[in-house]
């Protein structure tokens, strides 16, 4: 009688499948291992920047709960000298990590509690969703496959490890729109919303070393009372929750960062686990979304909107935007009569030892996705020079030079969008929504601005308002070039547009 082949298995704890960087040495750990040696590695090296966003948010959990920074019964002061003793330690105590992920199951493909999934869909869909949507890039169903080899019937599974980050990525930047059937007590819904991430952009503080950026990363507990041991992340939990039930609180700190998701997902694996073959896809729940303060998202306030809820927007995502132009976001601090937010984190970082705060960097994770389409755009990251000491807590004068410059290069730039319309208009004696002068005059300005915006921040005395209208102005002259060289009236156009722009009037300035 032949034997049956051994069950698929692969610990997220054991197995590798975390990319890290030490200097120029590249790896794969499991979790483990990561937070075994986290003073030893550098940073996370994820190819996908939303799925490095994302795991970043499950580690900051782990560390809270080896540490004891998740205990809502601290002071402030307390919780800050804990946090500085675990930095003095060097590293995380190796016994109280051995003893955390000796008490969950990490098990992908457990049948009963598989890692971040749901064992019912098994039951609950009459179908699997397929490898080729699972995997982003993939043409599903009957799309055509422009860009890639695989095809409806060319689904090639997916390394594991691949698969588990993309697993994350569904779970925090999932789109929303029409998904598998799921029926639940004769209700039948093929409907879902999108992830808690989706379209956003996460500032991450950045150490020397992995034990730094993940000490630096856990959030202090700002809401009301939260008795020890009610918060619980989705391993955390003796099975996944149930969808019909009302959504449970988002507790600091693993519901509020893990416990989020707006998808159901599992995974089919492939002969002893190694590969993923196809996958569930579907809605984890029909409440409405709760409204929380991610950490490391920057907010929006409009008190003109009537509908409350709609006041506070996301900063969202955007590929096209340098990072430098949200400084004056991340370095100012919260100002009651401001309508921008930095992200919450950024007022525990004043907290950390001298030399962690003076090194710290600050690592910008985007996805550029439409928020209630299934269109995703572009991901991207960043990493920022040390800026903490640019804070307004730590140099006012400097934290308001770098927010008059930010103003001032955003203030030109629609300035520029606007003289170079009218030029176009004049010259072409034609009126147009896009015209392809101010597109293309914008293009060319975002560097020149960027170059003029480092050199303001040294030469404080320089003229903010001439400086960036010179570089508009440069922009301008460059793309329409040709057309002055052959037409007389692009040539006066654009004359009367360079100076407009030198013209305009200082931007008006914003109370501290």
Same mark, same amino acid.
């Given at each position: 009688m032949p034997s049956l082949p051994p069950p698929a298995t692969f610990s997220v704890a054991h197995k590798p499948w975390v990319d890290v960087r030490t200097g120029p040495q590249y790896d794969q750990v499991g979790l483990l291992t990561l937070f075994l040696d986290a003073h030893r590695i550098e940073d996370l090296a994820l190819p996908h920047p939303p799925a490095a966003s994302a795991l970043l948010r499950i580690l900051v959990s782990i560390t809270a709960r080896i540490t004891g920074l998740d205990d809502p019964e601290l002071t402030a002061s307390q919780w800050n000298a804990l946090r500085r003793r675990c930095l003095d330690q060097g590293r995380f105590d190796p016994d109280a990590v051995h003893a955390y992920f000796d008490q969950h199951a990490w098990d992908v493909f457990d049948p009963i509690r598989p890692w971040l999934q749901d064992p019912s869909l098994r039951t609950q869909c009459d179908h699997s969703t397929g490898i080729n949507v699972f995997v982003p890039g993939r043409p599903g169903g009957n799309n055509l496959a422009w860009f890639s080899a695989h095809g409806h019937?060319?689904?090639?599974?997916?390394? @594991?490890?691949?698969?588990?980050?993309?697993?994350?990525?569904?779970?925090?930047?999932?789109?929303?729109?029409?998904? @598998?059937?799921?029926?639940?007590?004769?209700?039948?819904?093929?409907?879902?919303?999108?992830?808690?991430?989706?379209?956003?952009?996460?500032?991450?503080?950045?150490?020397?070393?992995l034990h730094e950026t993940l000490l630096a990363g856990v959030p202090a507990f700002t809401g009301d009372d939260q008795p020890p041991g009610a918060d619980a992340c989705p391993w955390e939990e003796p099975a996944p929750p149930d969808p019909q039930a009302p959504l449970r609180t988002a507790t600091w700190p693993g519901r509020q960062l893990t416990g989020l998701s707006r998808h159901a997902i599992l995974l089919v694996p492939g002969q002893g686990g190694a590969t993923v073959t196809d996958a569930y896809i579907t809605w984890a729940t029909q409440q409405p979304k709760p409204i929380i303060t991610d950490p490391y998202l920057a907010y929006r306030f409009i008190p003109e909107r009537k509908n409350v809820a709609r006041r506070r927007t996301l900063h969202r995502a955007d590929a096209s935007r340098a990072w430098w132009r949200d400084l004056e976001t991340l370095l100012l601090a919260p100002d009651e009569h401001g309508t921008h937010r930095r992200p919450a984190i950024f007022d525990t970082l004043n907290d950390l030892p001298e030399p962690v705060r003076r090194s710290l960097r600050i690592r910008v994770h985007g996805f550029d996705q439409d928020s209630s389409q299934a269109?995703?755009?572009?991901?991207? @990251?960043?990493?920022? /020079?040390?800026?903490?000491?640019?804070?307004?807590?730590?140099?006012?004068?400097?934290?308001?030079?770098?927010?008059?410059?930010?103003?001032?290069?955003?203030?030109?730039?629609?300035?520029?969008?606007?003289?170079?319309?009218?030029?176009?208009?004049?010259?072409?004696?034609?009126?147009?929504?896009?015209? /392809?002068?101010?597109?293309?005059?914008?293009?060319?300005?975002?560097?020149?601005?960027?170059?003029?915006?480092?050199?303001?921040?040294?030469?404080?005395?320089?003229?903010?308002?001439?400086?960036? +209208?010179?570089?508009?102005?440069?922009?301008?002259?460059?793309? @329409?070039?040709?057309?002055?060289?052959?037409?007389?009236? +692009?040539?006066?156009?654009?004359?009367? =547009?360079?100076?407009?722009?030198?013209?305009?009037?200082? =931007?008006?300035?914003?109370?501290?």
């Open positions: 019937h060319t689904a090639e599974p997916v390394p @594991t490890p691949e698969a588990l980050q993309i697993l994350l990525i569904h779970h925090c930047f999932g789109r929303p729109g029409k998904s @598998t059937l799921r029926t639940i007590d004769n209700t039948t819904i093929a409907k879902h919303s999108s992830g808690p991430l989706r379209a956003s952009v996460s500032f991450h503080p950045l150490g020397r070393t269109t995703d755009r572009q991901w991207y @990251t960043a990493i920022t /020079p040390p800026l903490l000491n640019w804070t307004q807590e730590h140099d006012p004068v400097k934290a308001q030079r770098i927010a008059e410059c930010c103003r001032e290069a955003e203030h030109t730039a629609q300035r520029l969008a606007t003289v170079a319309k009218e030029a176009w208009d004049t010259a072409t004696h034609s009126r147009t929504t896009q015209p /392809p002068w101010a597109k293309k005059a914008l293009t060319r300005y975002w560097p020149k601005a960027e170059t003029v915006f480092w050199r303001l921040l040294d030469e404080t005395d320089a003229d903010a308002p001439a400086a960036f +209208a010179a570089a508009a102005a440069a922009a301008l002259r460059e793309v @329409t070039e040709a057309a002055r060289i052959s037409h007389n009236s +692009a040539a006066r156009a654009v004359a009367y =547009a360079v100076r407009d722009l030198y013209r305009r009037p200082s =931007a008006p300035r914003k109370a501290a």
